[in-house]
């Protein structure tokens, strides 16, 4: 898996930085939605941007945690969460779950892109490097529902989430594996687990409910 080295550090760290402010904005939203106070908001944005990222680092023994490692990013969350509240606020925008999704789609499919990337540099597996991605995709949006007093969306609104995820991370193991530029890879990841996201959402295709 030499060609996972293709990224470069510097592409790695943008990609990061986008996933973290796609999900940053997703937990800023629903805590907006929920009427939390200002230090609610940004605990949820904290979550919701790093939760995914810092499980893939303890199941992958990364240290120190790639928050850690690149602190702009703490600033950045906090930052990007006074600035939202102030938008918020003085635009009197109407928050509705709809409108988290979409930053949440995006976000789904970026991580899921590093959490491959990441293991693939490690010579983990196929399937632990698939795995990796969906744990850093679907992490964060679960820890921001469950501080936000709800079954995670990832789990009951039976529109496929985590499967999205899945589809983009073997698309990013088979064509690192085919030797593809690393671009490519990140492209077709990213591509269609935001894609198949936003189709389930557009077209409310939905997951069969469990039934005893």
């Known amino acids: 898996m030499q060609n996972a080295t293709l990224w470069g550090e510097t592409l790695r760290l943008l990609v990061e930085l986008a996933a973290t402010t796609a999900f940053a904005l997703s937990g800023i939203l629903e805590g907006a939605r929920k009427r939390l106070d200002a230090v609610g908001v940004v605990v949820v944005a904290f979550l919701a941007a790093f939760g995914g990222g810092t ?6 023994d990364q240290r120190p945690f790639f928050w850690v490692r690149h602190v702009e990013l703490l600033w950045g969350v ?22 988290m999704q979409w930053p949440d789609a995006l976000g789904l499919g970026l991580f899921t892109a590093t959490g491959a990337h990441q293991a693939l540099l490690l010579d ?7 795995l990796m991605g969906i744990v850093t995709g679907v ?8 501080v936000c007093n709800q079954i995670p969306s990832a789990f009951h609104d039976h529109r496929p989430y985590a499967v999205c995820a899945f589809a983009g991370g ?21 591509g269609l687990t935001a894609g198949l996201r936003g189709l389930a959402l557009w077209r409310d295709w939905q997951l069969p409910p469990w039934r005893l």
């Open 78 to 99: 906090l930052a990007l969460s006074v600035l939202a509240m102030l938008f918020l606020r003085t635009r009197h925008f109407e928050v509705t779950e709809r409108a």
């Open 55 to 60: 499980l893939r680092d303890l199941l992958l």
């Open 124 to 130: 983990m597996p196929a399937l632990v490097a698939v």
């Open 139 to 146: 992490a964060g949006g679960v820890l921001r529902d469950v």
């Open 170 to 190: 073997w698309a990013y193991v088979g064509l690192t594996a085919l030797q593809a530029p690393g671009w490519v890879a990140l492209v077709a990841c990213v």
